[in-house]
């Protein structure tokens, strides 16, 4: 009769060891749908409300110039970038939101800056003169930085405001059209 107890405890080890894989495979599955969409969704139509991140992503991710893309290819790329996206599959939080990903790394340099800083004060006075040179080098960085969004931002509504007079120009020679055909 101990032939009999010994099968029960290897098909509960066996039992247990099937558990641990379902439990092991669950929560691989629950990390993945974590993932999808952790960022938020945005759909193929979305293309302007996401355009600082796409142009970002495009030039340092695929090192590609914005400019030099045709209709298609950019129809191509977008969707890639969508895709990456909703999964949650970007190299790096800032492709996600531009904006705010800027603000916190704004706040970051900053809060560094304002470390160091306090702790040159508290050092001895040798160290302020390199302190004060690199604080001015730090600070036109931080200009340039600016005035290139600035450029950055200034591009971007020129690009709009051209879309715009394009499209009105289409819209115009759509009714001149509709007009010369009633005639």
Same mark, same amino acid.
């Given at each position: 009769?101990? $032939? ?6 290897? $098909?509960?080890?066996?039992?247990? *060891?099937?558990? *641990?894989?379902?439990?092991? *495979? ?9 993932? @999808?969409?952790? !960022? ?7 293309? @302007? ?5 796409? /142009?970002?992503?495009?030039?340092? #991710? ?10 298609? =290819? /950019? ?5 890639? @970038? #969508?895709?990456?996206? +909703? ?7 800032? !492709? !996600? +939101? ?8 704004? /706040? &970051? ?17 040798? +160290?302020?003169? #390199?302190?004060?040179?690199?604080? /001015? ?11 290139? $969004?600035? =450029? !950055? ?5 020129? #690009? ?12 115009? &020679?759509?009714? $001149?059209?509709?007009?010369?055909? *009633?005639?």
């Amino acid at each position: 009769g101990g $032939s009999k107890k010994k099968k029960k405890k290897k $098909s509960k080890k066996k039992d247990k *060891k099937d558990k *641990k894989d379902k439990k092991d *495979k669950g929560e691989d599955a629950k990390n993945l749908n974590d993932q @999808f969409g952790k !960022y938020g969704f945005i759909r193929a139509s979305e293309k @302007f409300h996401k355009q600082d991140e796409f /142009r970002a992503w495009l030039s340092e #991710v695929k090192h590609i110039d914005w400019g030099m893309l045709a209709g298609r =290819e /950019r129809d191509d790329m977008w969707g890639e @970038f #969508v895709e990456d996206f +909703n999964t949650a599959t970007l190299p790096h939080v800032k !492709y !996600y +939101n531009m904006h705010e990903w800027e603000q916190s790394d704004s /706040r &970051k340099k900053s809060a560094k800056l304002h470390k160091k800083h306090k702790k040159l004060k508290e050092g001895s006075g040798k +160290n302020m003169g #390199v302190s004060d040179e690199q604080q /001015r080098e730090q600070e036109l960085q931080q200009k340039r930085q600016q005035k290139a $969004s600035q =450029e !950055y931002a200034t591009e971007l509504d020129a #690009v709009a405001l051209m879309h715009q007079a394009k499209e009105k120009e289409a819209m115009a &020679k759509i009714l $001149s059209m509709a007009m010369a055909s *009633k005639k």
